[in-house]
């Protein structure tokens, strides 16, 4: 098996300038525009294994860069492999309106496996834009 490139690797500070970007995307085209875009797997908020998902501060996902059937489901009780309830704390840590990173573990869509990773969150209004990095 080969083994993965430093550049297949996607780092925090590129999660962080998605979120950045999805932000400032945000602003200018409002956000039935931003969620249609986060949507597309292809699209401008998809780089490698990372994705950009939206929460309302309800705990139900806006967008979902990786996994169109999560859109419109609340998702404030999920819980990761070792039961930290990871949406709820999320919601409760945007409640700051101050952008943060959280940690948790997740199906990486790329590897199909279960893997620690990171999110950066950045609270707008009442909806959360978040995009994580699987540490490896």
């Given at each position: 098996m080969p083994a993965i490139a430093a550049t297949d690797?996607?780092?925090?500070?590129?999660?962080?300038?998605?979120v950045k970007k999805?932000?400032?995307?945000?602003?200018?085209?409002?956000?039935?525009?931003?969620?249609?875009?986060?949507?597309?797997k292809d699209g401008p908020f998809t780089d490698r294994d990372l994705y950009l998902v939206v929460y309302g501060t309800d705990g139900?996902?806006?967008?979902?860069?990786?996994?169109?059937?999560?859109?419109g489901k609340n998702l404030m009780e999920l819980k990761d492999v070792d039961g930290k309830p990871f949406v709820k704390e999320r919601v409760e840590m945007a409640k700051k309106k101050v952008p943060f990173w959280q940690d948790y573990k997740f199906n990486n869509p790329v590897t199909g496996k279960i893997?620690?990773?990171?999110?950066?969150c950045a609270p707008e209004e009442d909806i959360i834009l978040c995009g994580g990095v699987y540490l490896k």
């Open positions: 690797v996607v780092t925090k500070p590129e999660a962080e300038a998605m999805a932000q400032a995307y945000l602003k200018t085209n409002g956000r039935e525009k931003t969620f249609t875009e986060i949507n597309k139900v996902v806006r967008a979902h860069g990786a996994n169109a059937k999560m859109i893997e620690p990773k990171t999110m950066y």
